[in-house]
Structures are given as structure tokens and as C-alpha cells.
């Protein structure tokens, strides 16, 4: 393994003397015959079979060398695995890779749906998921991933982050156990410790600061931007109008990072105020008539938008392709945004610098790595000679520490998140049920693969296993027999269905409650758990506390925190009403929540009751089948008595109900109904009706 710092060209070489003809074509059609300098020795040793990690900036060509590695190994009749971190990010590079198919390669892509072993997938040549979903798949023992002979990993640097970082991290050490001769391929921002990396990964390491665009970074208070190299410029207007003034006028567009949901949404209204006078353009949309996407709608419509994670997917997504299609030129955004997807812009201006930290210890400094994510945004290729990241000072004061902090410091290494013992206890069991792990000794051994092990003394980790095996001794989810480790029917389930431990313990309580488990109790039961990420209580919702006091649940209040009782409460009142047809309007007003958390606890939901059925086979099969049915009914958001209904694609939870109160109440109805009949219904228009006709025959 060498360290290779690229900072200099060395010599122009075409993309088919080093890749051949046969894959440079793909990429000349998109314009590329020669690679940036920086790709030559990566895409060398990626076309040799040797693992790379490669440090670089956002849009230095990283991707192009992942592409090569994977369509390699499909040339040499192995598969490849493209693992990345977000959803959306495996969404962009499925139909990035699909340009492939020209020459007979397969892409295919799953990122949900944990507890199956989806073998099908396996008919495709490369596989794009999330970490997680290739976590799942090694739990269901899935035949094909005997047959990958590279694997990428994208984004690595979020090793680091708490909540994905671990599962990336032990999901790569088993793929390296399940095929030690599979190629790693890894991507990563250009981090303090990249060499740490490449060194546990056994790789040829690359790092260079270098980019296609150059990017000026600067610290902007008043009139006045001063740029780390010393140089400065002075706008005409002063603060975030002046920045977003002059990159207008050079027909630019801009990101702005905010810390908060509703700092987005009050910034992008004052921004759409600023860009109606400028008479920029913009798109109409609709998303419905609740609050959030009445004030995006008339956000768009003058040329801004704001992005967060309480939008939904489908708003979300059209935010991303106007920016995309130039269609607007402005979003305000929190940081998450910068995570993964590919939206650069001519101008990054990140407001705020430190946000507030729900563990009750106030605001504090965002870190410098995360911010210089959000400053690489800026500058598009193919688009702009330069790109420019600002960072808005709130006095003359803040301008020097902003800038010693954020532009002239070192980003933080990144660190490895493995060691918590909620962490260890959920892949310990999984190691055990589903790995063939059947002793302390080989545990420990795998853990010392990791990269926690690289960077830390193993004795710190194995304390905490023995703390986790202890946890999955008491409960019930492993035990000894003939001296080894053994899982029980339990902790198998519960590593398949890919819940934490805890959760599958709350859900056990549960489902061996002596008393009847209304629908209420089950979706309380589900919210407590801690994959479920509760809906907080207002201030105002002090009748939530009060009904907390009157209802009873499987989970007694004196078993839990109130906080946490309550908190699920309000999670479960929020699901109740969207299974019994509230107007996704009135719960969001209701609940004073966001349209996307509405979409993401309901997802979130369907997975947990999908869990707790399987359970429910082992601890209380008479509700095996309740649970179908509320399974179905969070999926859909109906009563009971339309689910019949909600085969017919194209019928959701509003046509679903109109088609009921018209006497339509099974699919023999709809077989006996005219197509004119059926556009007398409500939200029927003629092309669903035939639609409808199609489907039911």
C-alpha cells in the first residue's frame, strides 16, 4: 500500500489507452476522451485489480474511476456492488450506471425492504444499495454475493457519522471475509485521515485537493468578501442579497445552508420576494393544499425553493430536478443536502455555523469537515471557471475566527463510531445468528478487522461486546450449547428483520401482554422502540400527556421514561389518524409536523409492524393476521373495509373512498362498472377509469 499526494499533471493520455476501447466509448459519448490528471494512476490501479481509496473533492472525477472498477469486473464475469449511504444518492447512480447497458451490462438497484433475501437481484451484473440493504442481504445468506468480485464504497468518509458510519464500517469487513478477493474500490471527500483508510482497507491510497473548478472560498460581513488566498471583493448590496445579486447577474445559480427546517422555509420566502423583482423565472408545481407545500409551490414559482428532511420525497425530488433543469436558481437547504446528492451550484453561501444540540448542550460549532462538504458544492463543471463558497460573518468580529476555523484549518479526522454498546449488541447478534460466529474468540477476531480496531486498543471494544453478549443472554436472543454460541428462533428473527435488539425485546413485551393489543397499542408499542424515531410533544399538546395518563397500552407508563412514552404517544395518535383517512393536511396541522415526517414515520412503521408480525409467529400467533391487515393499512393510509380496493394501481387512500361511498366496494364491482360509471366517482377523470377497466378485466 503507497500514500500517492497528486498535485501536478504529469502527461495527457487518452481514456482507451488505459481502460480500452471498449468502456472509453461509453464515456467519450458524454464528451470524455482523456482523463483528468488526478484519474490516471487510480484508474491504473483500479484496471490492474488492486484496491484504491480516493480522497478527492467533490467533482474531481471520483465516480468515472468507481464506474471502471465496476464495469470491469463485470468484463472479467463477476458482479459488482456499488454501496452507498443515502437512498437518493443510490437513486442518482442506478440510472447513472444504466448508460452501461449498451454494453450488455444489468444494473439494478434495492434499498429497502430488509427482510428478504432478494435473489432476483442477483440476475443484474452491478448492484447499487445502501449499506444497509447489503447488511440485510448477508443476513439472509443471498446466494449471488459469492459472485462480486469489486466493491464500491462510496462516500466512506461517513465511517463517521453515528448512525450510518457503523453499519458501513462492519458491513465492508464482511464482505471482505465473505470474498477476501473482491476489490475495494472506496470514495471519499478529501479528509484529514484518508491514509487510515486505504491502510485498513489494504489499498492504494490517493489524495489531491485539486479540482476541475476552481473554488474561492471566503468570509463574507457587510459589502465586503475576504478570500482565504487574501484577496477580497466588494458587493454592491450588502450581506446574503449582495452574494445572490452578483451571482445572478452572472447567470449563476446558489445553495445556502441554514441550520433549521423553519430557517429554510422563512429564508426562501424572503429570497422568492427578492427574485420576483429581478423577474427571475421559475416552475409551477403542486404538491397539495397543506401549509408546507402551498408555501414551496409559491416559493417556485418566482425561482427559489427550500429542501429539508420534512419534505417528501416527491417534493424533494422536484426541488432537485428544477435546480438540475436551471429552471430555478435558488435553494436554501439544511446540511444534509451537501451529504451525497450531485447538485453543485456557482455560488455556496452557508449562513449559520452552528446548530443546536438536542443532547441539551445549546448550540454548538458545525464541523469544519461538514461545512467544507456544503463549500464544495460550488462550482459546476462544464458550467463555470470558478465557483465561489462564502461563509457570512454575523460581525466584523467573527470574520478572523471564521476564517482561522473553517478555511484555513484542517478538517477533523474521521473517526469510527463502532464502539457504543447499542451499535455492538445489534451486529453481535447479527454476527452470531447469521454469520456462523459461534464463539467469543472468533467475535472478537472479526472486530479486530475492523476499522475501530485500526484506530483504537481492541481491549476497549471487547469490553463492550461482552456487555452486548451479556444484553443478548439475558433476553433471550443467544444462547450456549456444547460450549459455543447459538442463536435462539428470537435473535434469528430479529437479526432477519434487521431490528435492534432492544427493539425486538420491547415488541416481545409486548406481544406477550395477557391482554387484547388494539391498533392503538400496536403503534404505540412500535413508536417506543428505538428504530422509530419519535414525534416530540408541543408545548400545546398537553392533552397528549393527559390521554397518556387514561389509555392503556402493552408497554405500561412506569416501564419507560415519560418523555419517551409520551413522545410515542403522540407518534402513534399521528399513525392512528393516517389508518383511519384523516387528510394528510389536518394531521400535519394537527400535529405541527412536516409532510415528510408524516411520509417517514409511516415508512418506518410498515417496516417495525412487518418486524412484529414475524414475531408475533413466535410469541403470538392468533394476532399473525391483525397484522397483516395494519400493515396494509399503514402502506395505503385507509380503513379496513377499502383495502380491497388498493390493488388497483393508480387508487390511493382519497379515490380509494370516493370509489366506497359509490357502492364500489370490491374488485367484482369495479369488473361490473362502466367506464363512464366510474368517471361519475369523484376524482375519476375517463384515463383512470380505462385504467381501472384494464386492471380488473
Request: proline fraction near 3%.
Amino acid at each position: 500500500m503507497r500514500n500517492r499526494f497528486i498535485t501536478v499533471p504529469y502527461l495527457t493520455v487518452k481514456l482507451s489507452d488505459i481502460v480500452g476501447s471498449e468502456i472509453s466509448e461509453i464515456f467519450r459519448e458524454e464528451g470524455i476522451e482523456s482523463p483528468y490528471d488526478i484519474q490516471v494512476e487510480p484508474l491504473k490501479v483500479v484496471i490492474s485489480g488492486k484496491n484504491a481509496v480516493t480522497a478527492y473533492p467533490t467533482a474531481s472525477g471520483k465516480s468515472l474511476i468507481a464506474y471502471v472498477g465496476a464495469v470491469r469486473s463485470v468484463l472479467n464475469g463477476k458482479k459488482a456492488l456499488y454501496m452507498v449511504p443515502l437512498r437518493a444518492l443510490a437513486s442518482e447512480k442506478y440510472e447513472d450506471l444504466k448508460k452501461f447497458s449498451k454494453l450488455g451490462i444489468k444494473v439494478g438497484i434495492s434499498i429497502g425492504d430488509y427482510d428478504t433475501k432478494d435473489e432476483r437481484l442477483g440476475r443484474n451484473d452491478i448492484i447499487v444499495a445502501t449499506s444497509e440493504k447489503v447488511d440485510s442481504l448477508i443476513r439472509h445468506r443471498t446466494g449471488w454475493m459469492s459472485k462480486i468480485g469489486a466493491v464500491i464504497a462510496d462516500e466512506i468518509h461517513l465511517i463517521n457519522d453515528e448512525k450510518r458510519g457503523p453499519t458501513l464500517e462492519v458491513t465492508l469487513e464482511k464482505l471482505r471475509k465473505l470474498n477476501p478477493d473482491a476489490q475495494i474500490i472506496a470514495l471519499s471527500a478529501t479528509i484529514k485521515n484518508s491514509n487510515e483508510i486505504a491502510e485498513w482497507l489494504g489499498a492504494e491510497h490517493f489524495r489531491s485537493d485539486w479540482r476541475p473548478v476552481e473554488l474561492k472560498k471566503g468570509i463574507a460581513y457587510g459589502k465586503n468578501i475576504l478570500f482565504e488566498d487574501g484577496s477580497s471583493i466588494r458587493t454592491k448590496y450588502s450581506g446574503l442579497e449582495g452574494i445572490i445579486r452578483d451571482t445572478l447577474e452572472k447567470d449563476g445559480q446558489l445553495l445556502v445552508f441554514v441550520s433549521t427546517r423553519r430557517y429554510t422555509e422563512s429564508l426562501a420566502d424572503k429570497l422568492a420576494v427578492l427574485l420576483e423583482k429581478l423577474r427571475m423565472k421559475g416552475i409551477e408545481a403542486d404538491f397539495g393544499d397543506d401549509r408546507t407545500s402551498v408555501r414551496l409551490k409559491n416559493c417556485l414559482k418566482r425561482g427559489a425553493a427550500f429542501h429539508h428532511a420534512g419534505l417528501t420525497s416527491e417534493q424533494r425530488r422536484a426541488v432537485e430536478n428544477a435546480f438540475k433543469n436551471r429552471e430555478i436558481s435558488v435553494i436554501v437547504a439544511t446540511p444534509t443536502l451537501a451529504a451525497g446528492i450531485n447538485l453543485p451550484a456557482k455560488t455556496v453561501i452557508v449562513r449559520d455555523t452552528k446548530r443546536y444540540d438536542v443532547s441539551g448542550f445549546g448550540w454548538k460549532d458545525i464541523p469544519v469537515m461538514e461545512v467544507q462538504q456544503m463549500l464544495g458544492r460550488a462550482g459546476r463543471p462544464k458550467y463555470d471557471r470558478e465557483g465561489f463558497g462564502i461563509i457570512i460573518a454575523k460581525n466584523e468580529a467573527d470574520v478572523g475566527d471564521l476564517m482561522e476555523r473553517y478555511l484555513k484549518s484542517e478538517s477533523e479526522p474521521i473517526l469510527s463510531k463502532l464502539g457504543s454498546e447499542n451499535v455492538l449488541r445489534t451486529h453481535t447478534l447479527a454476527l452470531v445468528a447469521t454469520f456462523g460466529i459461534s464463539s467469543e474468540e472468533e467475535l472478537y477476531s472479526f472486530y479486530e478487522g475492523t476499522f475501530f480496531a485500526r484506530q483504537r486498543d481492541i481491549s476497549d471494544i471487547e469490553r463492550t461486546v461482552e456487555r452486548a453478549i451479556g444484553f443478548l443472554f439475558d433476553n433471550d436472543l443467544i444462547e450456549r450449547r456444547s460450549g459455543n454460541l447459538s442463536p435462539t428462533n428470537f435473535g434469528i428473527r430479529t437479526a432477519e428483520t434487521y431490528i435492534d435488539p432492544m427493539s425486538a425485546v420491547i415488541i416481545r413485551t409486548a406481544l406477550e401482554d395477557k391482554e387484547e393489543i388494539d391498533e392503538l397499542g400496536y403503534l404505540h408499542t412500535i413508536s417506543l422502540t428505538p428504530d422509530m424515531y419519535p414525534l416530540y410533544p408541543k408545548r400545546s399538546e398537553d392533552y397528549i400527556r393527559e390521554l397518556a395518563e387514561e389509555i392503556e397500552t402493552p408497554i405500561k407508563p412506569w416501564d419507560v421514561p415519560e418523555a419517551a412514552y409520551v413522545s410515542a404517544l403522540k407518534t402513534a395518535l399521528v399513525l392512528l389518524d393516517w389508518i383511519n383517512e384523516l387528510p394528510e393536511k389536518k394531521i400535519t396541522e394537527r400535529y405541527g409536523i412536516w409532510p415528510g415526517d408524516l411520509a417517514s414515520r409511516t415508512e418506518l412503521s410498515e417496516w417495525l409492524l412487518t418486524s412484529t408480525r414475524e414475531l408475533s409467529r413466535l410469541f403470538r400467533p392468533e394476532d399473525t393476521h391483525a397484522l397483516d391487515i395494519l400493515i396494509q393499512r399503514i402502506h395505503h393510509g385507509v380503513k379496513q373495509d377499502v383495502l380491497n380496493l388498493m390493488q388497483i394501481r393508480g387508487i390511493g387512500r382519497t379515490r380509494g373512498r370516493a370509489l366506497h361511498k359509490h357502492g364500489y366496494r370490491s374488485i367484482s364491482d369495479l369488473r361490473k362498472a362502466s367506464v363512464e360509471q366510474l368517471t361519475r366517482v369523484e376524482g375519476i377523470g375517463k384515463a383512470i377509469a380505462v385504467r381501472i377497466k384494464e386492471q380488473v378485466g
